[in-house]
């Protein structure tokens, strides 16, 4: 197939897409609430990583973000301006439940009401997702997702959003980016809670599987009708060169990650490949794994960003890095822009796990957005990746993917982990010592294209 459409004219991205398409926004809490100490909340691990020197770019933190809990009815009133028809944000556990356990702190359950109820009476779609990283640091200090008890207080934080959320939200979604949060969270330990050790990453992973599989059983007894998924990114995954070693370590870094997580939701359990190539690498030390039940799923999320080069460093299993190539279009996280990617990543889901439904829950581009004379955001760069990975959706769409929804990520500038303040991704910039808002060139964009699709 050739590279997809290129042409960011609005209608003719629009024309791909059909009428009640899910076009909105995602976002997520620790990124862009603020309000750290507000109304009773609790310490997450992402509070104890930023107070590590040099953990996070410019010493920053998410203490303040873009102080939406303050400013969320401007944020969703400019969100409604641009035609957003859902809204993908999630909720902090640390404010339900400040140490990970127990009754519900009701304050923080109450912001949680006053945005769903915001949310809806602009005409918006919440779609709630629960888990996008923050652990309270309560849960961590006994092990946090390593520990087997996590699924079980999963389970009750999942309950008490439900039961009160539950007769306004119908969609839900237990995590954002499992795999991330297991690997870079704790073997890589550059997110939080900033562990290097392989086994716990691998039990970390087991235990988010069995607490997705509790937690929907948790959200429908609550919830009649819930609609429930899981945000998975996957990249495209390709070897940086023809050479062998390189194809080999792509191959085992995609049955080590994604079947790892895909095949187990599915209902397959770990796969084989996967399990060589973990063991191979001493992952599995001390780990006695069994099959996780599958998940309950009816809709898959995607989070897509980019190609994903697999670089072997040595012949060693597991020994590669993954960087843009020199002489690649990159965005300014040096990720390598791949639309064709999405569109192939979609088909490959399809085509091996076949989701009743798949959502585009994230996808977007970091550039380095300046004001121009005119006082304007002109992000053409963003536009242009917009375009063509819509283009590449529709292509998918045309070709049978139950593609039924895109939420760009992200609305406006926000913390962007341990990258900090340096990188935005919205559509709307934010100016951090003033928290004045300013849509940016590619906001009027989308709102164009989700005016054209109807
Ligand atoms: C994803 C995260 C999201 C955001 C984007 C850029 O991995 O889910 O919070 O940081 O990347």
Same mark, same amino acid.
């Given at each position: 197939m050739?590279?997809?459409?290129t042409?960011? $004219?609005?209608n003719?991205?629009?024309?791909g897409f059909?009428?009640?398409?899910?076009?909105g926004?995602?976002?997520?809490?620790? +990124?862009?609430?603020g309000?750290?100490?507000?109304?009773g909340?609790?310490?997450?691990i992402?509070d104890?990583?930023?107070?590590? /020197?040099?953990?996070i770019?410019?010493g920053?933190?998410?203490?303040?973000?873009c $102080?939406h809990y303050?400013r969320?009815?401007?944020?969703?009133?400019?969100m409604?301006g641009l035609?957003?028809?859902?809204?993908?944000?999630s909720?902090?556990w640390?404010r339900? +439940?400040?140490?990970?356990?127990?009754p519900a702190?009701?304050?923080?359950?109450?912001?949680?009401?006053?945005?769903?109820?915001?949310?809806?009476?602009?005409g918006?779609?919440?779609?709630?997702?629960?888990?996008?990283w923050?652990l /309270?640091?309560?849960? +961590?200090?006994?092990?946090?997702?390593?520990?087997?008890?996590?699924?079980?207080r =999963? &389970?009750? *934080?999942?309950?008490l959003?439900a039961?009160?959320?539950?007769?306004?939200?119908? $969609?839900?979604?237990?995590f @954002?980016e /499992?795999?991330v949060?297991?690997y870079?969270?704790h073997?890589?330990?550059?997110?939080?809670?900033?562990?290097? $050790?392989?086994?716990t990453?691998?039990r970390?992973?087991?235990? !988010?599987l069995?607490?997705?599989? %509790?937690?929907?059983?948790?959200?429908?007894?609550?919830v009649p009708?819930?609609?429930?998924?899981?945000? *998975?990114?996957m @990249?495209?995954?390709?070897?940086?060169?023809?050479?062998e070693?390189?194809?080999?370590?792509?191959?085992?870094?995609s049955a080590?990650?994604?079947?790892? =997580?895909?095949?187990p939701?599915?209902g397959r359990g *770990?796969p084989?490949?996967?399990?060589?190539?973990?063991?191979?690498? &001493?992952?599995l030390?001390?780990?006695?794994?069994?099959?996780p039940?599958?998940?309950?799923?009816?809709?898959?999320g995607? @989070?897509?960003?980019r190609?994903d080069?697999?670089?072997?460093r040595?012949?060693?299993?597991?020994?590669?890095?993954? !960087?843009?190539?020199?002489?690649?279009? +990159?965005t300014?996280?040096?990720?390598?822009?791949?639309?064709?990617g999405?569109?192939?990543?979609?088909?490959?889901l399809?085509?091996?796990?076949?989701p009743?439904?798949?959502v585009i829950?994230? @996808?977007?581009?970091?550039y380095?957005?300046?004001?121009?004379?005119d006082?304007?955001?002109h992000?053409?760069d963003?536009?242009?990746?917009?375009?063509?990975?819509?283009?590449? %959706?529709?292509?998918?769409?045309?070709a049978?993917?139950?593609?039924t929804?895109?939420?760009?990520?992200s609305?406006?500038?926000?913390f962007e982990?341990?990258?900090? *303040?340096?990188?935005?991704?919205?559509?709307?910039?934010?100016?951090?010592?003033?928290? %004045?808002?300013t /849509?940016?060139?590619?906001a009027?964009?989308?709102?164009?294209v989700?005016?054209a699709?109807g």
């Amino acid at each position: 197939m050739a590279t997809p459409e290129t042409n960011p $004219d609005p209608n003719a991205i629009a024309a791909g897409f059909p009428t009640g398409f899910g076009w909105g926004f995602a976002a997520s809490a620790y +990124q862009i609430e603020g309000a750290a100490d507000e109304d009773g909340r609790g310490r997450s691990i992402w509070d104890t990583l930023c107070d590590v /020197p040099g953990a996070i770019a410019d010493g920053q933190s998410g203490r303040v973000a873009c $102080d939406h809990y303050h400013r969320y009815l401007g944020d969703l009133a400019l969100m409604a301006g641009l035609g957003s028809r859902t809204y993908r944000f999630s909720v902090a556990w640390p404010r339900i +439940q400040p140490d990970g356990s127990g009754p519900a702190n009701e304050l923080g359950l109450d912001f949680y009401d006053r945005l769903v109820d915001a949310v809806l009476a602009t005409g918006i779609r919440p779609h709630l997702n629960l888990f996008h990283w923050d652990l /309270p640091q309560g849960l +961590q200090d006994r092990g946090g997702f390593a520990n087997p008890e996590i699924v079980g207080r =999963f &389970g009750d *934080y999942a309950a008490l959003v439900a039961s009160r959320l539950g007769d306004r939200v119908i $969609d839900w979604m237990t995590f @954002n980016e /499992p795999a991330v949060f297991a690997y870079l969270g704790h073997a890589d330990g550059i997110h939080a809670p900033g562990l290097r $050790d392989w086994p716990t990453a691998i039990r970390v992973a087991d235990n !988010e599987l069995r607490a997705h599989a %509790a937690a929907g059983s948790v959200i429908r007894s609550h919830v009649p009708g819930a609609r429930i998924g899981v945000a *998975y990114d996957m @990249n495209q995954v390709v070897p940086a060169t023809d050479a062998e070693r390189d194809r080999a370590a792509a191959a085992a870094w995609s049955a080590a990650r994604d079947a790892w =997580f895909l095949d187990p939701l599915f209902g397959r359990g *770990y796969p084989a490949a996967g399990m060589a190539a973990h063991a191979a690498a &001493g992952h599995l030390e001390g780990v006695e794994l069994t099959d996780p039940p599958a998940g309950d799923l009816d809709y898959l999320g995607l @989070n897509y960003y980019r190609r994903d080069p697999v670089r072997a460093r040595s012949d060693e299993p597991f020994d590669f890095e993954m !960087e843009g190539r020199a002489g690649t279009e +990159q965005t300014e996280m040096g990720w390598e822009v791949a639309p064709e990617g999405l569109r192939d990543v979609l088909l490959q889901l399809h085509r091996e796990y076949a989701p009743r439904e798949i959502v585009i829950t994230e @996808n977007g581009a970091a550039y380095p957005d300046r004001f121009a004379a005119d006082g304007r955001v002109h992000d053409d760069d963003r536009i242009s990746y917009l375009a063509r990975h819509l283009g590449a %959706a529709a292509e998918a769409i045309a070709a049978g993917v139950p593609l039924t929804g895109y939420h760009a990520w992200s609305f406006m500038d926000n913390f962007e982990w341990s990258l900090g *303040y340096t990188k935005r991704f919205g559509m709307i910039h934010v100016d951090y010592a003033t928290q %004045a808002r300013t /849509p940016k060139d590619s906001a009027e964009w989308y709102r164009k294209v989700i005016a054209a699709a109807g």
